[in-house]
């Protein structure tokens, strides 16, 4: 599900139970609402609300180290697809085809990560958009002296490691995130929002606090949610090195 819906929903749960608390603060004899009443209330929804904090920053440190690896594995994988197109330069003419079954591999792999960014007419090949071609085309090559041995052998070394690398994006595209925690964070905010509206003062100034701060509780899900989705939605793991690494290829 889309992370701004999540949030969104989490906004109305959130919210609605701060209303619900209104509503039993009308209906609730006054000595229910006692101080007595009203401090032990606030000290077990302090303990919640410390968990709580705890749990979301759990989730955001999560969230932010599963977006910081992806974005350095992209950057690595740059890196490499630069390096392995000197080497196969360095190998000789030989190696002006493979050179061009890299290029639309990477290109291939730019469209696969950032789905914003791929073309609907491109028709791959599916052993070449996973290097499959490129890699049995570096094994074939018949090096002629020790120079192209050394370098063919960079080449097997460079193309596994992308390789490595490209399946194991794919192996972390699904969420990081257990929806049970998920849900468990919201419904401890439900509960804490819930005892805000019970003790809270019914007018407009409190309606419009808790309609802020549960907009930024709600916002917070949002953002760990978006990181933890590198390569869709609003916060994406950037591009740039590997698009640059496609427009220097060959040159």
Do not use: C
Request: zero cysteines.
């Amino acid at each position: 599900m889309n992370a701004a819906v999540i949030a969104g929903l989490a906004f109305v749960g959130i919210f609605g139970t701060t209303l619900v608390g209104m509503r039993l603060r009308a209906a609730l004899p006054d000595h229910q609402l006692s101080a007595e009443t009203k401090d032990t209330v606030r000290v077990g929804m302090g303990l919640v609300a410390t968990m709580t904090a705890l749990l979301l920053g759990l989730l955001i440190a999560t969230a932010k180290g599963s977006y910081d690896t992806q974005r350095s594995q992209v950057i690595q994988m740059a890196g490499r697809v630069g390096y392995l197109d000197r080497v196969l330069t360095l190998y000789g003419p030989e190696t002006a085809e493979i050179r061009s079954l890299l290029h639309v591999s990477t290109e291939s792999l730019i469209q696969k990560l950032w789905l914003d960014e791929r073309s609907q007419e491109a028709q791959v090949d599916p052993a070449l958009a996973t290097g499959q071609v490129v890699y049995s085309s570096i094994h074939k090559l018949a090096p002629q002296n020790d120079e192209q041995r050394a370098l063919k052998a960079q080449a097997l070394d460079t193309i596994n490691d992308l390789g490595k690398t490209r399946w194991l994006l794919f192996a972390q595209a699904d969420t990081s995130i257990p929806t049970p925690l998920l849900v468990m964070v919201v419904v401890w905010l439900a509960i804490i929002f819930l005892s805000f509206g019970l003790f809270a003062p019914t007018n407009k100034t409190v309606v419009v606090a808790m309609i802020v701060v549960s907009l930024l509780v709600s916002s917070a899900l949002f953002l760990i949610l978006e990181l933890d989705r590198p390569f869709d939605g609003v916060i994406q793991v950037s591009s740039a090195p590997m698009s640059n690494a496609l427009s220097n290829l060959g040159r």
